[in-house]
């Protein structure tokens, strides 16, 4: 970026509610999969006749952003006509906010940059517009246009920043960050590919180190978060040249063109609506008492940048995974669930175990829930208290990797108890050697070239080597001490190839156990031999 | 809309007591239906005076509820913060019958009030002994023609020959309240009309062109000119470095005119004045100028700037043609004022009177 000029940047963000009913009538908000023109009604068509009614959810929707965005309630608040003609606005005007914003004043801390207090210039409420579907004229004919008015009526939360906002690092961060919120209050789904979270920017630059305000830019059609990057980039960049080759900056709207990569100018000043804004008069203004606020607030969550440094804290979980596990309320709400179903631990033994709790739901739960498109883990089959059991097995090594995910996947599907699967599918691992060797000697006797390989200097054939034990135990980790002993069996190395497997397994078995004595105690139980053991005799197997 | 129901869409109505003259308006059809028997009752809209102004013309009782008495669900919006629906019919006591049916609360209009509805017929005691009625000096100004200032004065002295203590009062904002209202009716207006665009039901003026082209032939030919006069009117007061002077304004002064009958009904309990400065004019007399049309209802607009209830009662006779007594009363005060007029029915005969039609 230019160190000349300095970017000033500003976003006014539409949240769409998730409520059950639309912003002024009846009909049903969930719009999104029903057949066209189906949650519609005299009211929201604009029918001859209709008056709106305020939808009470959506205000308390309101105020929670507010609250969630630390910005002041208004005590008394109104709705004014927005009056501009197009067909997908079906009264010709639309009912929003003007002057008196329901929520103002607030502030949005961008995280992992603490001194980056990004103003909330007002929280307001509105309706949304009808959809338009633009269909093609084939063979040279006109196209046409299809109109759904489903959406019309659809309660939408306004979000405008104050211009604080300086790169489009900082953008990217209060994006997410505000997604995450809507998300957490459970008022929005906040997805911009659905449509259900829309983004459009006001951009000017000026002079480094100056206070005044450069004329701006208001760019639209911004689709995903990196389409509003690169708009950003290639705006503030026309701009800088613009200014560098001695013109003005031409304050209008522009629209970004995602597939040239570039913005194109829409509305001059001189063609700039005049929304001739005056108060709603179908709607009486809206009292908000103190209490109703205050309750709200006693219900809000816990907001993800405080949750996170909590959990850093008490659960000495690292940053990257505490950001992950709060970004979703869901996802933490059952992490904390996992942790607090065990006993009492020991405070290292709790850190250990919340950082497995969170590498699982991290991993193979996001990789499960994002193949089958579950969004909420309570909606997954695994109960926390369950997810803690397998935590439990697979951090006190009763599992293998494998055979932990295996596990995992088959409650994923099932439902079933850790303990009944492990059971079940014969995941028990073996931790001690007594089963592994019998089973360890048959590999190497059914495998004489690989083993060849080992001794020859190929270190990787003890991999497939112990593979092929794991697999004829089906004990899926029982790695590091299998490995041990493979290893220990042949590096003593040069020199002892040729001796008898018993020699060299008592060799192993010394080095394991540190000395000679317990080396052949050891071997003896381990081998169910019933007499004594004498280290140069043959072996048989009993 | 307007003040003579010459702006039909269809056809000037008449006023059957002389067919070469207006009914007035914008409810002139309801109150010449009634006036001429042709039904005995009807529904009229009153946003600045019209239920009472052409009741008042035919020679019908008509009464506008308090804002808020009557649910506005259903009504096509004109002024969304002055229409009322209300009733046009032979008597105050058939007036009674039909609010009682109409009044209410409606949830599906947040503007509808939740008081509940008293039992107006069981109001008509035809007693109204030592009611306080107060007379506007504002509205007895000079202008006026004489045979309206005669009936309603005579009116007045009825009413007090029926027991009524009568006192001049005074309500300065008067003379504020046409252009008050001709800027926010409009206003309102020029929102409420604009989903008359062809695009979604309705008349659609089909032709050449692209969508815009369309729209605009569609209100060119479907609008009237007094609608797309105020139409015009309310989108220049809404406008951009006009809204402060005039729209904002405008609003300021209707609290004053509030503020003005509040005061008053401190010290009296109704208020007795005329319905119109003149009696039914001839069928296309002031078309030609919409002011002098505007000025018809000079008395009726105030009551739709304050939300007030008032009636108009049929009092006598100017040149033959009928005059209306204007009653206004304090918010929801319908039951008094029907109770008023009934009694003033009980005592004359105006209202029996028919046209020779």
Not at chain 1, 34 to 61: F, I
Not at chain 1, 132 to 160: F, K
Not at chain 1, 213 to 225: D, F, H, Q, S
Not at chain 2, 72 to 87: E, H, I
Request: with cysteine; aromatic share 8%; net charge negative.
């Amino acid at each position: 970026m230019d160190t000349q000029y300095e970017t000033v940047i500003g976003l006014e963000v539409h949240v769409q509610l998730r409520t059950h009913s639309k912003m002024f009538c009846s009909c049903g908000a969930d719009y999104q999969l029903m057949p066209p023109n189906t949650r519609v009604c005299p009211v929201c068509l604009a029918l001859p006749g209709t008056l709106p009614v305020v939808n009470s959810r959506a205000v308390e929707d309101a105020i929670k952003i507010g609250l969630a965005l630390n910005c002041k309630v208004a005590e008394t608040t109104k709705f004014d006509r927005k009056n501009y003609a197009y067909p997908d606005l079906m009264k010709g005007y639309q009912i929003s906010q003007y002057d008196v914003p329901i929520c103002y004043d607030g502030y949005m801390d961008l995280p992992g940059d603490p001194s980056s207090r990004i103003g909330i210039e007002r929280v307001h409420m509105e309706e949304d517009v009808a959809r338009l579907i633009h269909i093609p004229g084939q063979d040279g004919e006109a196209g046409h246009t299809l109109m759904d008015v489903n959406r019309a009526g659809v309660p939408l939360m306004e979000v405008v920043s104050r211009p604080d906002l300086r790169t489009t690092d900082q953008v990217e961060a209060y994006i997410s960050n505000l997604q995450m919120i809507i998300r957490y209050i459970d008022v929005g789904t906040a997805n911009m590919e659905e449509g259900s979270f829309r983004c459009d920017a006001n951009v000017s630059i000026r002079p480094a180190g100056s206070t005044k305000l450069g004329a701006k830019v208001e760019i639209k059609n911004m689709n995903r978060i990196r389409a509003v990057t690169r708009a950003l980039e290639y705006e503030i960049a026309r701009q800088t040249e613009d200014v560098k080759a001695g013109n003005r900056v031409v304050q209008e709207t522009r629209g970004w063109d995602d597939e040239v990569g570039v913005t194109v100018s829409q509305r001059s000043k001189e063609d700039a609506h005049d929304y001739r804004y005056f108060p709603e008069p179908d709607l009486p203004p809206l009292r908000i008492g103190a209490s109703l606020v205050d309750h709200i607030r006693s219900e809000l969550p816990e907001l993800p940048a405080l949750r996170k440094d909590r959990f850093q804290q008490s659960w000495g979980l690292p940053e990257y995974d505490a950001a992950l596990l709060t970004s979703s309320r869901t996802t933490a709400d059952y992490f904390e669930q996992v942790v607090r179903s065990v006993g009492a631990m020991a405070k290292g033994e709790m850190s250990a175990f919340a950082k497995e709790t969170a590498n699982w739901l991290n991993g193979e739960m996001a990789r499960h829930m994002n193949n089958d498109g579950t969004t909420n883990v309570f909606d997954t089959r695994i109960r926390p208290e369950n997810l803690a059991v397998l935590v439990g097995r697979f951090g006190r090594r009763e599992l293998n990797n494998a055979g932990a995910k295996q596990v995992f996947g088959e409650m994923y599907r099932s439902g079933a108890d850790a303990d009944d699967v492990i059971e079940q599918q014969g995941l028990q691992q073996v931790s001690d050697t007594s089963e592994l060797d019998p089973v360890a000697d048959e590999v190497i006797q059914a495998n004489p070239s690989a083993v060849r390989d080992y001794l020859g200097g190929k270190k990787t054939a003890v991999r497939f080597l112990v593979g092929q034990v794991m697999k004829a135990t089906r004990a899926l980790e029982a790695e590091p001490l299998m490995k041990e002993l493979f290893e220990y069996r042949f590096t003593e190395g040069n020199g002892l190839a040729g001796h008898s497997f018993g020699n060299l397994f008592i060799a192993a078995m010394s080095g394991v156990t540190g000395n000679f004595e317990q080396a052949v105690s050891e071997s003896s139980r381990v081998l169910k031999v019933t007499g004594r053991i004498v280290p140069s005799t043959l072996w048989t197997f009993g | 809309m307007g003040s003579s129901t010459e702006n039909s869409a269809f056809f000037p109505t008449r006023n059957p007591w002389d067919t070469g003259r207006v009914p007035g308006g914008s409810s002139g059809g309801s109150a010449a239906a009634v006036s001429a028997g042709a039904a005995p009752f009807a529904l009229g809209t009153d946003t600045g005076g019209s239920i009472r102004q052409p009741a008042s013309f035919c020679g019908v009782t008509g009464l506008k509820p308090t804002y808020g008495r009557v649910s506005r669900y259903g009504l096509v919006a004109y002024a969304s913060s002055l229409d009322q629906v209300g009733p046009i019919a032979r008597d105050a006591a058939d007036c009674a019958l039909i609010l009682q049916s109409i009044a209410g609360h409606d949830s599906r209009d947040a503007t509808s009030l939740p008081d509940a509805v008293p039992d107006y017929s069981a109001a008509l005691t035809g007693d109204i002994s030592g009611l306080r009625l107060g007379v506007p000096s504002e509205y007895f100004a000079e202008g006026m023609d004489a045979g309206v200032r005669a009936a309603v004065t005579a009116a007045i002295d009825q009413l007090a020959a029926l027991g009524a203590e009568i006192r001049e009062v005074s309500l300065p904002t008067t003379q504020y309240a046409l252009a008050c209202y001709y800027i926010i009716a409009p206003s309102e207006c020029s929102a409420n009309l604009a989903r008359y665009d062809g695009v979604k039901y309705g008349y659609s003026h089909q032709g050449d062109g692209d969508m815009w082209e369309a729209m605009e032939r569609t209100r060119q030919h479907g609008f009237g000119p007094e609608v797309k006069r105020r139409i015009m009117l309310g989108a220049f007061a809404l406008s951009s470095g006009y809204y402060d002077a005039y729209y904002h304004k405008a609003q300021q002064v209707r609290t004053l005119i509030r503020q003005d009958f509040a005061h008053v009904f401190e010290e009296v309990d109704a208020l007795a004045a005329p319905v119109s400065p003149v009696v039914a004019f001839p069928i296309g007399e002031r078309t030609d100028d919409p002011v002098r049309m505007y000025l018809v209802d000079v008395y009726t607009l105030p009551v739709n700037m304050a939300g007030l209830p008032a009636m108009s009662v049929p009092c006598g006779f100017s040149n033959g043609l009928p005059v209306g007594l204007q009653l206004i009363g304090p918010h929801l005060s319908e039951d008094r004022l029907l109770n008023i007029a009934h009694t003033y029915q009980q005592a004359t005969e105006w209202h029996r009177e028919r046209p020779g039609i």
